[in-house]
Antibody
Framework: EVQLVESGGGLVQPGGSLRLSCAAS????????MHWVRQAPGKGLVWVSRINSDGSSTNYADSVKGRFTISRDNAKNTLYLQLNSLRVEDTAVYYC???????????????????WGQGTLVTVSS | DIVMTQSPDSLAVSLGEGATINCKSSQSVLYSSNNKNYLNWYQQKPGQPPKLLIY???TRESGVPDRFSGSGSGTDFTLTISSLQAEDVAVYYC?????????FGQGTKVEIK
């Protein structure tokens, strides 16, 4: 059974830092690209970041570029998100999600986020 | 960035009746190399993470009831619930997966009338 379990959230002051973790199990973690998506209280889903399977390529939303860093440790089956220079508007539940992969004709395509963790709440407040 | 716009923001439907949610992208999400529309639909119930319903605009994820269907191509897409059940009360989001940032629509809240 695929499982994604986030941890590391909490209360932090503006300007502070946190590191979120996402422990993966039930699948070959090193074969999959991974994402972080966040949701402010009562609001919609916002894509944050993506990392490829070996960690050599990353993408970020403009709102977090230069402040957040996505990384992974395939030996530990764990995805990370380092949050620096936190702002009040970064307050949200942060979800990790697996990118589904479909292969055919010698190519593989990532089409969606097929498994999601339960999320970890980050609250930025003084 | 591709902007995703859903309509309506909310709708109330009687049990057993159909529900239709629209999603429009600011540019085409049709990927020429495999002729697939990179448009996903998710369902989110209160206190839960999103659940994938539909990918590639019309392919139902394994285990999703067949009352959920997706259609459309290019920039205009639709999620249809053919016969609303009580357990379908949720917020539904479309998402483009054409390229980063992988933007979501604002969500459509579906309730029972």
């Amino acid at each position: 059974e695929v499982q994604l379990v986030e941890s590391g959230g909490g209360l932090v002051q503006p300007g502070g830092s946190l590191r979120l973790s996402c422990a993966a199990s039930g699948f070959t973690f090193s074969n999959y690209w991974m994402h972080w998506v966040r949701q402010a209280p009562g609001k919609g889903l916002v894509w944050v970041s993506r990392i490829n399977s070996d960690g050599s390529s990353t993408n970020y939303a403009d709102s977090v570029k230069g402040r957040f860093t996505i990384s992974r440790d395939n030996a530990k089956n764990t995805l990370y998100l380092q949050l620096n220079s936190l702002r009040v508007e970064d307050t949200a539940v942060y979800y990790c999600a697996r990118a589904s992969t479909y292969c055919g004709g010698g190519r593989c395509y990532r089409a969606s986020n097929d498994y999601w963790g339960q999320g970890t709440l980050v609250t930025v407040s003084s | 960035d591709i902007v995703m716009t859903q309509s309506p923001d909310s709708l109330a439907v009687s049990l057993g009746e159909g529900a239709t949610i629209n999603c429009k992208s600011s540019q085409s999400v049709l990927y020429s190399s495999n002729n697939k529309n990179y448009l996903n639909w998710y369902q989110q119930k209160p206190g839960q993470p999103p659940k994938l319903l539909i990918y590639w605009a019309s392919t139902r994820e394994s285990g999703v009831p067949d009352r959920f269907s997706g259609s459309g191509s290019g920039t205009d897409f639709t999620l249809t619930i053919s016969s609303l059940q009580a357990e379908d009360v949720a917020v539904y989001y479309c998402q483009q997966y054409y390229g980063p940032p992988f933007t979501f629509g604002q969500g459509t809240k579906v309730e029972i009338k």
